[in-house]
């Protein structure tokens, strides 16, 4: 098992940034894909970026896409999401997930796909 633990969430006025960590701890050795999701009041979880761990590619929801940037830092075993041009509608709570299988591009966006999940942190946006 994963534990992760999410920091850095806020309130920010639109046009600011924010960077988002996720701690790893426990088999990390078993992690495949690191994952941002977050999920509004009264919507459902929705995909934001995600990365392979051992290849570092990246993958973004296209409402991300140009202004957030996932990266990984392998020695402190941290998922960081660096969110620039912060819009109201990117208030939310954030996830951070691992995935402890294989996984491929395809489903790398899919929620159902990742074990392991931190309590997630508070984003807000004001306009």
């Known amino acids: 098992q994963v534990q992760l633990v999410e920091s850095g969430g806020g309130l920010v006025q639109a046009g600011g940034s924010l960077r988002l960590s996720c701690a790893a701890s426990?088999?990390?050795?078993?992690?495949?894909?690191m994952g941002w999701f977050r999920q509004a009041p009264g919507k459902e979880r929705e995909f934001v970026a995600a990365?392979?761990?051992?290849?570092?590619?990246?993958v973004y929801a296209d409402s991300t896409k140009g202004r957030f940037t996932i990266s990984r830092d392998n020695a402190k075993i941290t998922v960081y999401l660096q969110m620039n041009s912060l819009k109201p509608e990117d208030t939310a709570v954030y996830y951070c997930?691992?995935?402890?299988?294989?996984?491929?591009?395809?489903?790398?966006?899919?929620?159902?796909?990742?074990?392991?999940w931190g309590q997630g942190t508070q984003v807000t946006v004001s306009s």
């Open positions: 426990g088999r990390t050795s078993s992690s495949t894909a």
């Open positions: 990365i392979g761990w051992s290849t570092g590619n990246s």
């Open positions: 997930a691992a995935a402890t299988t294989p996984i491929t591009a395809s489903v790398i966006s899919r929620a159902y796909r990742y074990d392991c």
